[in-house]
């Protein structure tokens, strides 16, 4: 009953504070519907790109053209042998793309007749997805130059066709993943700032003291500061889905419950970076302005603004550290791909040992400084 009782005043406090209930209501609804509505598909790099190929032709164009697919632009990632191994490709999210060479691919290139390879990819992340699809193109195109002895400018039509599939975004709609971007960011930083503002005001007006000669054991002053933003996160999650999903209409492909759960993850995760910001500052301004040089690593960190394929070795292991690379790759599958708990396991785990390892930091040193 004590621990319901704070919470309930923790919420009450928020809804009587305009200035965290404007930010709140700008980062979830109005920024992603920004973004979207905002969103270009200019200015993205292809660096790495994970790719699969499945040879059905099995002949040297056929695998000549194969070893086109190299860095930097790509990494071959898998030699598909069967059919049924393409979809969990791309469901499990290992590879992006996957080049299909149809069987007498190198006889109709021996005849000069037009040969089609076909691509597959899953389209989640349209400006990536676009511009491997155009560097397929390219690749194709020269590759038919090559067959024909003749240089790529004096090549009139290229006698290699690549056909391409997106899958999970097969209209290729910038809106979808720029929103989401927006959204997950949301989540990440209000999960970082509402904690550690709770206890700052606490701090400004002398009633975490209060706090500490109650009854209340510290881990419940402790909870009564970090399940109400994950009520609040939650919610506020849900009502940019709406907004998200009646302005654009983005798909909820997968279980809307197993990604809430990931949020209330995420949540409980950054919390314990919330608790380390409130022991190192006083007032709420220094707190906000600390909570968003804190998201600017972590973004990075998170593969939303590079590839972690494309990033270098320290940094891709430092990714393994960053709840916000496990929320993103699971978001993204469960909206857009629809997938599993079955398929995203790993990522729960993840998510559940970085965010339990933060917190346990977080809350040691909270209470330690007010324990």
Request: charged content about 15%; overall charge positive.
């Amino acid at each position: 009953m004590r621990l319901l009782a704070l919470i309930g005043k923790e919420l009450r406090t928020f809804l009587r504070d305009p200035a965290l209930v404007f930010v709140v209501v700008f980062l979830f609804v109005v920024h992603p519907y920004q973004s979207a509505a905002q969103s270009s598909q200019s200015g993205f790099a292809l660096s790495n790109y994970p790719v699969a190929a499945y040879d059905l032709d099995g002949t040297p164009q056929s695998v000549a053209f194969i070893e086109k697919l190299r860095p930097p632009y790509f990494t071959l990632r898998r030699m598909v042998r069967t059919d049924g191994e393409i979809s969990g490709l791309l469901d499990r999210g290992e590879v992006s793309m996957v080049v299909v060479v149809p069987e007498g691919f190198a006889r109709r290139i021996h005849r000069g007749e037009a040969a089609s390879v076909q691509v597959l990819g899953d389209g989640t992340y349209s400006p990536t997805s676009q511009l491997a699809g155009a560097s397929v193109r390219i690749i194709a195109q020269q590759f038919a130059a090559a067959q024909g002895h003749a240089s790529p400018d004096q090549a009139k039509l290229p006698i290699v066709d690549a056909r391409f599939r997106m899958r999970y975004n097969p209209a290729l709609q910038a809106e979808w993943p720029a929103s989401l971007d927006m959204l997950f960011m949301a989540v990440t930083l209000i999960s970082m700032l509402l904690p550690a503002a709770f206890i700052v005001r606490e701090k400004e007006q002398g009633t975490i003291e209060q706090l500490l000669v109650s009854p209340l054991r510290p881990w419940e002053i402790t909870a009564s500061k970090i399940i109400p933003m994950i009520l609040l996160a939650t919610a506020a999650t849900l009502a940019s889905l709406g907004v998200l999903v009646w302005a654009f209409a983005l798909p909820i492909r997968g279980s809307l419950v197993l990604f809430l759960v990931a949020t209330a993850l995420t949540v409980f995760s950054m919390s314990g970076i919330s608790l380390v910001i409130a022991t190192f500052t006083r007032t709420l301004p220094s707190t906000m302005i600390l909570a968003f040089m804190l998201i600017i690593p972590i973004q990075f960190l998170s593969g939303s603004v590079t590839p972690v394929e494309a990033m270098p070795p320290l940094q891709y292991y430092l990714t393994l550290l960053s709840p916000q690379r496990y929320y993103l790759n699971i978001g993204y599958s469960i909206l857009l791909k629809g997938a599993s708990l079955a398929t995203l396991w790993k990522d729960f785990v993840g998510l559940f040992l970085v965010g339990t390892s933060l917190f346990v930091l977080g809350a040691r040193r909270f209470q330690r400084q007010f324990g």
